[in-house]
């Protein structure tokens, strides 16, 4: 049964990280429950609460949420990994709305490289996280070990959004420009299964930038304007336009 789309899924996590949270690691009753200051999520509740119907009702027992609703079962951090599929261990490309786990712990990927979490690192809530291209988990330059796993709960729909993937590919032809990855050979092996994509795009985002030194696409606020509708970042196009004419 599917419960959300991805991007539902994911609004929904968007709404609770910006409520007030404590990390509240409990086998009892008071899981992802109003306790008169914030609501009790532990990593794995989180993501339960919220498939079984959590609506941030306070006086609701566990904030609305129907234990064991939807299909979905009652499993702890490691269990829920093993309900997934598309299980990898590469983290260069991971779809919105997947699991992240690692030893008793778990998240949910957001894109562009973002990570939300319940967690008792850090603030000791549920927050926004960042993942690095070999796993790294970190908050605002603060490591907290490596992701370990990846993959898709059955309960979810995944719906590519077009827009979001090429925000974070975005990311990709920046650091592309700025030598991150190299070139040739290296830049293929650092980049392994998403290699081509990028290369994809940094090769739209040349041509959009020949085509705005052609003059095709006016000037400035018009170009911005025609750029950021198409799905480009201005500021790079225009990185990458100062580049190729040698400003």
């Known amino acids: 049964m599917k419960v959300f789309t991805s991007e539902e899924f994911i609004s929904k996590l968007k709404h609770i990280v910006n409520l007030p949270t404590i990390y509240y690691s409990v086998s009892g009753g008071d899981w992802s429950k109003w306790n008169g200051k914030s609501w009790n999520f532990d990593c794995v509740n989180l993501i339960k609460s919220v498939l079984w119907g959590w609506c941030e009702n306070k006086n609701a027992s566990h904030g609305g949420a129907n234990y064991l609703s939807n299909d979905v079962p009652d499993v702890n951090a ?36 973002k990570v ?30 490596y992701w370990k796993k990846h993959g898709k709960l059955p309960y979810i729909e995944y719906i590519e959004n077009k827009k979001e993937n090429n925000k974070s590919l975005d990311k990709y032809v920046s650091e592309v420009w700025n030598g991150v990855y190299g070139n040739g050979e290296e830049r293929k092996q650092k980049l ?41 970042n201005y500021e790079l196009v225009q990185k990458i336009v100062d580049e190729i004419i040698g400003i």
């Open 116 to 145: 939300i979490e319940a967690t008792a690192a850090w603030e000791g809530k549920v927050v926004y996280s960042d993942i690095g291209l070999d796993g790294r988990r970190s908050r605002n330059g603060v490591n907290s070990g």
């Open 192 to 232: 392994g299964n998403i290699y081509n994509e990028v290369q994809k795009r940094v090769n739209e985002y040349i041509k959009m930038s020949e085509e705005v030194i052609e003059g095709k696409h006016g000037n400035y606020p018009e170009r911005k304007n025609k750029l950021e509708a198409l799905g480009y």
């Open 78 to 113: 490691d269990g829920l990994i093993t309900k997934c599929y598309d299980i990898s261990n590469d983290f260069k490309n991971i779809k919105h709305g997947e699991i992240l786990w690692t030893n008793g712990h778990v998240g949910v990927y957001i894109g562009n490289r």
